[in-house]
């Protein structure tokens, strides 16, 4: 998404972060193989995992979850149902593939991450459109 949205001209109107849903990963950086498959694309992976917290309702007005696993977790962290309007799953934006959540490319071999950034530029590129659309942004 960071990618397409330099791409765009939007940096500066647009702020995206990664988190998981779980500890496992906290501190640690992009896993290689993912870096190496989107390096070939010219696309630049970084950053270290972190944990969702609950103060990320406020700071982010779109919270995307990448599974259903993902969205229910998320979705327990705000009992009172205050930010459901902002969780939404990130395939809801595809605009080609008929994929309803992302699948986790660690077991899938080369051909998994491949077919995981196929899908996250698909999701991507329509949430890109769904916000300049929207309004959310202001395309100069």
Same mark, same amino acid.
């Given at each position: 998404m960071n990618h397409l949205?330099?791409?765009a001209g939007l940096g500066e109107q647009i702020q995206c972060d990664s988190a998981g849903t779980s500890g496992y990963h906290v501190g640690s950086p992009p896993d290689r193989r993912m870096v190496a498959t989107a390096q070939h694309r010219n696309l630049v992976i970084q950053g270290q995992a972190r944990r969702f917290r609950p103060q990320? +309702?406020?700071q982010f007005d779109l919270i995307l979850a990448m599974d259903r696993d993902n969205?229910?977790?998320i979705l327990a962290l705000d009992p009172q149902g205050r930010y459901l309007e902002r969780v939404r799953m990130l395939c809801d934006f595809c605009t080609?593939?008929?994929?309803q959540e992302v699948p986790d490319p660690y077991y899938g071999g080369?051909?998994? +991450?491949?077919?995981?950034?196929?899908?996250?530029?698909?999701?991507?590129t329509g949430l890109l459109q769904h916000l300049v659309h929207h309004r959310y942004v202001i395309k100069t």
């Open positions: 949205v330099q791409e990320d +309702f406020e969205y229910q977790n080609h593939s008929p994929q080369p051909e998994g +991450f491949n077919r995981v950034i196929d899908l996250l530029l698909d999701a991507c």
